[in-house]
C-alpha cells in the first residue's frame, strides 16, 4: 500500500526567507507525486506534479520540488516566502489500484511571518 | 473551462437528519473521488465513481454512500447524521484514460458540512 508521510506539521518562517516542506512517501509501484495547497475555507489547488522526467519539478508561485528516489522523497521549497504564501501544504500520491485515488499526507501548515 | 463545482457550500444540519451533496466534474472528466477533511483526521478517501460504477471505497461506514449519473455528476448522501460527520467535504475529478497513469485530480472548493 502507498503512504505519504509529512515530517512537519507546522513550520514557521519570515517572510523573505527560503522554506523546505518535507515528504517521504513508500510506495511499491511507479510513484506520481503532488503537492497541493489548501487556502482557508478553500479546496485544493495543484503546486506541482511529478509523473516523470527530470527530477526537478517547477510549479506555481515560485515552488518547486525534487523527487529523490533513493530517500523516497519529495521535498517542496521556495527560496524567498511571502505572507501571502500561508496556507496548509499536502504532499500526496496517486493510487490506481483498483480504481483512482490520491493519497494525501497529514499536511504541512506554513506560517509566514512578517 | 470550468473548474469542479460543488454545491452547496455550506450546510447545517442536525444530528439524525441525512444530507445529500452535489458534484459537478470538469468537462470530460469521468472519474469522481470524495474525501471527508477533519482538523484531527486530515484528508481521507471515502469513495470514487467512474462511468457510473463505484470503484473504489474507503474506510466509512455504510451511512455514507454515493451515485454517479450519466453525466458524470456526482452526488454523495450521509444518513443519519452524528456530530463527527461535521467537516468539509471534497470533490475531486480526474481525466482517468484507460492505461494511461498521467493522472491528477482536480479539486472543488467544498461543502462545509456542519451537524448540531
Known amino acids: 500500500a502507498q503512504s505519504v508521510t509529512q515530517l512537519d506539521s507546522q513550520v514557521p518562517v519570515f517572510e523573505e526567507a527560503p522554506v523546505e516542506l518535507r515528504c517521504n512517501y513508500s510506495?511499491?509501484?511507479?510513484?506520481?507525486l503532488f503537492w497541493y495547497v489548501q487556502y482557508p475555507n478553500q479546496g485544493l489547488q495543484l503546486l506541482l506534479k511529478y509523473l516523470s522526467g527530470s527530477t526537478l519539478v517547477k510549479g506555481i508561485n515560485g515552488f518547486e520540488a525534487e523527487f529523490n528516489k533513493s530517500q523516497t522523497s519529495f521535498h517542496l521549497r521556495k527560496p524567498s516566502v511571502h505572507i501571502s504564501d500561508t496556507a496548509e501544504y499536502f504532499c500526496?500520491?496517486?493510487?490506481?489500484?483498483?480504481?483512482?485515488?490520491?493519497?494525501f499526507g497529514a499536511g504541512t501548515r506554513l506560517f509566514v511571518k512578517a | 473551462k470550468a473548474g469542479v463545482t460543488q454545491t452547496p457550500r455550506y450546510l447545517i444540519k442536525t444530528r439524525g437528519q441525512q444530507v445529500t451533496l452535489s458534484c459537478s466534474p470538469i468537462?470530460?472528466?469521468?472519474?469522481v473521488s470524495w474525501y471527508q477533511q477533519t482538523p484531527g483526521q486530515g484528508l481521507q478517501f471515502l469513495f470514487e465513481?467512474?462511468?457510473?460504477?463505484?470503484?473504489n471505497k474507503g474506510n466509512f461506514p455504510g451511512r455514507f454512500s454515493g451515485r454517479q449519473f450519466s453525466n458524470s455528476r456526482s452526488e454523495m448522501n450521509v444518513s443519519t447524521l452524528e456530530l463527527g460527520d461535521s467537516a468539509l467535504y471534497l470533490c475531486?475529478?480526474?481525466?482517468?484514460?484507460?492505461?494511461?497513469?498521467?493522472?491528477?485530480?482536480?479539486f472543488g472548493q467544498g461543502t462545509r458540512l456542519t451537524v448540531v
Open positions: 510506495s511499491s509501484v511507479s510513484v506520481y
Open positions: 475531486a475529478s480526474s481525466l482517468v484514460v484507460i492505461g494511461n497513469r498521467n493522472t491528477e485530480a482536480f
Open positions: 468537462s470530460g472528466h469521468r472519474s
Open positions: 465513481y467512474f462511468s457510473e460504477t463505484q470503484r
Open positions: 500526496a500520491v496517486s493510487d490506481h489500484a483498483g480504481g483512482f485515488k490520491t493519497i
